[in-house]
């Protein structure tokens, strides 16, 4: 990665997310993933894993296709990179079957950046019969954990997403994206994908602006109340039931 000009990809940032300077790993994901190497990225909730694959398929020729289980955050992704005028598409369980035709062959002829599609889409037949024609210049494999039978979500159609490889240029890197992992979680995530070369880039989970302090009291209500009436701003109390939350 060293000697790699990264001021490209910083003018991307700049233009359509208004940062001039990338987080903790961004850059190092981005680096790999432009060099084509099949990269592992463990980076916490809120660390901004999109940017890691968003930027680099900006940079380049072709499609980026995105494997996510969250229908709700395929949707807000490809709303938000289609309102900055980035062409974004997804495919989804709420679709219809001509529908996702007409969505494949847009993504196929339509000049887009990015796919969308649940791990489940991607051993249909359809999908299968379409994706030889697809463009792509990345694939990347969000909440892939799931991938792990030792992991916290495992999701057997992720197990799928290996076979993308016998239809698609062997150029083409997987990036794999994941806010936490066990040392055996990663082994079986890199093994799974089929990586080239084993690869991974991980950043602290530590957050400084966060601290964890145990109370033993006699009357917790009380001590609850004393404590918000000295506390500034906002904060969340959780509780064990609905009805001691009521």
């Known amino acids: 990665m060293q000697g790699m000009n990264i001021e490209p990809y910083k003018q991307i940032l700049t233009r359509y997310w208004g940062f001039t300077s990338f987080r903790p790993l961004q850059e190092e994901i981005i680096s790999s993933v432009a060099e084509g190497k099949d990269t592992l990225g463990l980076m916490p909730t809120g660390g901004g894993k999109s940017i890691t694959f968003q930027v680099p398929a900006l940079a380049g020729d072709g499609i ?38 007409i969505a494949l062959d847009n993504a196929i002829y339509g000049d887009y950046k990015f796919l ?8 249909t037949r359809i999908f299968q019969s379409k994706v030889t024609r697809l463009n792509l210049s990345l ?32 150029k083409v890197p997987f990036l794999a994206l994941t806010a936490s992992a066990t040392p055996l979680v990663i082994e079986d995530i890199m093994k799974k994908l089929a990586f080239r070369e084993k690869n991974v880039l991980k950043t602290s989970f530590e957050r400084k602006n966060i601290s964890y ?24 109390v959780y509780v064990r039931s609905r009805k001691r939350c009521k």
């Open 64 to 101: 980026c296709l995105v494997i996510t289980p969250l229908i709700a955050l395929m949707k807000e992704q490809v709303r938000r990179l289609n309102s900055m005028e980035i062409k974004s598409i997804a495919i989804h369980s709420g679709m219809s079957g001509e529908e996702i035709d």
């Open 116 to 123: 969308y599609v649940s791990p489940e889409r991607i051993s």
């Open 139 to 170: 694939v990347a494999v969000d909440e892939a954990h799931c991938i792990s039978q030792w992991g916290y979500d495992f999701r057997p159609s992720y197990l799928k997403i290996a076979s993308l490889r016998d239809h698609i240029s062997d």
């Open 213 to 236: 302090l145990v109370r033993k009291v006699e009357d917790k209500g009380t001590y609850l109340v004393d404590t918000l009436q000295k506390a500034k701003g906002s904060g969340i």
